[in-house]
Each structure stands twice: as structure tokens, then as C-alpha cells.
């Protein structure tokens, strides 16, 4: 059941905007409207130059001027090799690419790509790390920006970082400044590692309700679930480049981790409480929709969306213990968490909270009525009309339909054993 105020539109009032950055409806345009449009300056980024000592950085980012929101970008940080590479570069005065960043208001910027190079100055400078791994000045090796030779330290202060400034002036809205910004993310990302959808929600659609599933991700119940480093562990892991030394950490749930999957799953639980919604639109863009209208929620809707969430983690966690998202019954044994158990687990106990205890309290029968069968998919027939061998657990499924049906089976095995514990009171 949804609470007040959990509503979910699909009429966008920014949809307007997009479509008209996009140019929609704007193909058939002739050449005089088109140079028209472009005197007008429409689509146009208003950019202006700076160059930066590197020494000014460190007072630059104590200003309060520039916003470094450790949220903004990829969760991957930069181990102290990586940063030894980069002042290394310095002192060979080899060119770094610019820092790019957006005009949030007059003299106040938001860093859009460049952060990490911003941070292991800031940390050089304070002495935070002693280089090492240097490939052309090996002789630098493990030590700190106050102990190099006179001549290296003036050298490296003398160097600049340049940037490149999207000011405020080039949106006339804030509909039109967030696109804006999508448009030039999207560019500055498109020639590296591709960005996984929820990294790029992250980077440009952050906000109040985005801040709530990054908290909530920290859950040591939800990370022990789905096989992920705990919060405590967080920080070492952060920094590791290569996972393949440390036999602890498997390197395929760490990518969960460090692309930000482990968010979205938060974000899926919420979304998938508006499932009747999702239409014919992909799940990546039905999660961004739905993201951009939870951003606007009020405060005291997001407190009780929290305490549902934690709420359901809690009980799945005391019903099925870490294993809980791996399937249940099939021919082949699993041992990694689905999406297509999470999604549909969490709906259904989400909606059961109130009979916690008793399901505590069957977990055993619940846990054997769903390891006795292997449930199909019922969608999907062949010529005859008879089930083809689906599991409802493959992941390969996972329209609205499929997530019903298996969120209706959950539902039917719990009404099950909460018809039981009805019955057993009732013959006492």
C-alpha cells in the first residue's frame, strides 16, 4: 500500500524542456530558421578558461566555493599509486587534461569531471600520502610533498591545473540546467569507461531521495545479503585497484560496489512499489522517471519510506538469514543473490511487516514450501499450450509481468503459513 503523497506521475512538467533541447518536432526546420536559431544562442554552452598553481588548490577547495561531493561521480577513488602517477606527471610537466565545472551560481561551482585529480592534490599538499610506484623519478619514492628537495616542491607548485567553467548563464531554468549538464556529462564520459545508468543518476539526477539510497545501501544486512563489502570494510576497499590478490573480496561483487548497482537495487524497491507504472518504458528509464519525481518528496515521506525499507530488510534477514535473494529451489544449486528474489521478496514482505513475528516465527515452514518446487513461468508456452522448462527465478525475465507473477507466488506461500498460524490459534 502506498503512503500519502507516494504518488508517481508520468506527466513530467520538465518534459517539455527536454524535448526541447532534443529539438523535437524541429526536424523540418529550413535553413533561415536554423541560423535564426543559432543567433539566438539556444543549445549552447556559455564556457569561459582558468588555470590554477597547483599550490592555490588546496585554499581554493578550503573556500567553500567549489562543492567536491564525494557523491557526484564514480565511487572508485584513486589509491596513492595512482596519485604518485599524477604529480609524477607534474614534475615531468607532462599536460593533464582540464577539470570541467558548472557555474551553480556566481562563483560557486559544482566539480563535473576532474574530482579525483582535485583531491590528490589537496591530499599531497597535506602530507596525506608519500608517493610511490614513480616509474621516471623512482628516487622520489615514499616521500611526502614536505620532504622533496627544494628545487623538485618549486617546480610542482609552479605547474597549473586548467579548467574549463560552464557558466550559470548558459540555462535560463533549472529544467534547463540539468539537462544541460546530462548533455555535457554524457559527452565528457563518452570517450572512457562507459558510466553505468545508475552512476550517471547519480552524477545528474542527485538529490534528497538519491542521498536516502545511498544510505540506505550501507545497511550491513542488505550488504551481507547481496554478498558485498560491509560499511566498515568500505573505506579499504574503495582504494583497491586490483582485486585479484585478496582472496576475501571476489572482485565480481565488488563491481556492485564500485559501479553503484548496489543504489540502484535500493531504487528498484521503491520503484517497483509504482510497478503498475512502468508501461512499455525499459527499466533504466522508468527508474530515472521515478527518481526525478522522488527527488521532490517531502522529508517526512522519505522518514517512513526509510523505516519501510529497513523494516523489510530486518524481517527478510531474521526469515532467511544472507542467503535470502539466492533462489530457492532449481536443478542447478545457486549461490549468488537475483535480482529477480529481491525484487519480488522485498515488495511482498514489505507489504506483510505487520505479521513480522509470525513470520519469524514460521520461517522454517516458509523456507521449506519454497525449496519443495520449482515454479515456472506460466507466461510462457509453447504450440501445445504446455509450460516451457522457465524457472519464475531466471533473470533472463524481467518485464512487469514477470515481476507480478513472482511477487503473487511469494504472496501465496506467505498467506499459506499465515493461514496455518490462523488455524493452529483457532484449534487451541
Known amino acids: 500500500m502506498l503512503l500519502p503523497n507516494e504518488c508517481f506521475r508520468e506527466d513530467r512538467q520538465d518534459l517539455q524542456v527536454e524535448q526541447d533541447l532534443n529539438g523535437t518536432g524541429s526536424q523540418s526546420l529550413t535553413d533561415e530558421d536554423i541560423n535564426n536559431k543559432y543567433k539566438r544562442g539556444e543549445i549552447r554552452i556559455v564556457t569561459e578558461q582558468a588555470r590554477y598553481p597547483l599550490d592555490t588548490i588546496p585554499g581554493m577547495l578550503a573556500g567553500g566555493k567549489y562543492t567536491l561531493d564525494p557523491e557526484y561521480q564514480r565511487r572508485k577513488r584513486w589509491n596513492n599509486a595512482r596519485k604518485s602517477r599524477l604529480i609524477e606527471s607534474f614534475i615531468m610537466n607532462v599536460p593533464i587534461p582540464p577539470i570541467f565545472l558548472y557555474e551553480v551560481e556566481y562563483s560557486k561551482y559544482e566539480v563535473m569531471d576532474g574530482q579525483q585529480r582535485l583531491n590528490a592534490i589537496n591530499d599531497f599538499y597535506a602530507n596525506r600520502f608519500a608517493l610511490e610506484g614513480l616509474q621516471y623519478w623512482k628516487e622520489l619514492n615514499n616521500r611526502f610533498y614536505n620532504d622533496l628537495p627544494d628545487q623538485v616542491r618549486s617546480g610542482i607548485d609552479r605547474r597549473y591545473l586548467s579548467s574549463v567553467v560552464l557558466l550559470e548563464e548558459t540555462a535560463k531554468t533549472t529544467q534547463e540546467a540539468e539537462h544541460l549538464k546530462r548533455i555535457v556529462f554524457e559527452r565528457l564520459n563518452s570517450g572512457g569507461e562507459k558510466l553505468t545508468a545508475q552512476e550517471t543518476r547519480n552524477a545528474l539526477l542527485n538529490g534528497k ?52 548497482e548496489d543504489v540502484e537495487l535500493v531504487l528498484r524497491f521503491f520503484a517497483y512499489r509504482h510497478l503498475d507504472k512502468q508501461g512499455q ?30 523494516n523489510t530488510i530486518d524481517l527478510i534477514y531474521e526469515v532467511f538469514g544472507a542467503s535470502a535473494f539466492i533462489p530457492f529451489s532449481g536443478k542447478i544449486k545457486q549461490h549468488t543473490p537475483r535480482k529477480s528474489v529481491y525484487d519480488p521478496l522485498m515488495q511482498v514482505f514489505s507489504r506483510y511487516l505487520i505479521h513480522g513475528s509470525i513470520l519469524i516465527e514460521k520461517a522454517q515452514k516458509i523456507k521449506d514450501h519454497l525449496s519443495s518446487q520449482e515454479p515456472k513461468l506460466d507466461l510462457f508456452k509453447d504450440s501445445n499450450g504446455l509450460n516451457r522448462d522457465i524457472s519464475l527465478f531466471d533473470g533472463r525475465y524481467n518485464n512487469p509481468s514477470d515481476v507480478r507473477a513472482r511477487i503473487k507466488y511469494f504472496e501465496e506461500v506467505v498467506n499459506i503459513v499465515i493461514s496455518q498460524q490462523s488455524n493452529e490459534i483457532v484449534n487451541q
Not at 585479484?244 to 561483487?253: A, C, E, F, G, Q
Not at 518504458?281 to 527527488?295: M, R, T, V
Request: net charge negative; aromatic share 12%; glycine share 0%.
Open 209 to 260: 531521495f538519491n542521498q536516502l539510497c545511498i544510505k540506505l545501501a550501507t545497511n550491513d544486512k542488505f550488504r551481507q545479503m547481496w554478498s558485498l563489502p560491509l560499511e566498515s570494510e568500505i573505506q579499504r576497499v574503495s582504494s583497491i585497484d586490483d582485486l585479484s590478490y585478496d582472496p576475501k573480496y571476489d572482485p565480481k561483487r565488488l563491481d556492485i560496489y564500485k559501479k553503484m
Open 281 to 310: 518504458s525499459s527499466i533504466d528509464s522508468f527508474l530515472d522517471e521515478f527518481l526525478k519525481e522522488a527527488n521532490n518528496w517531502p522529508d517526512e515521506l522519505l522518514e517512513k519510506l526509510r523505516e519501510i525499507f529497513e
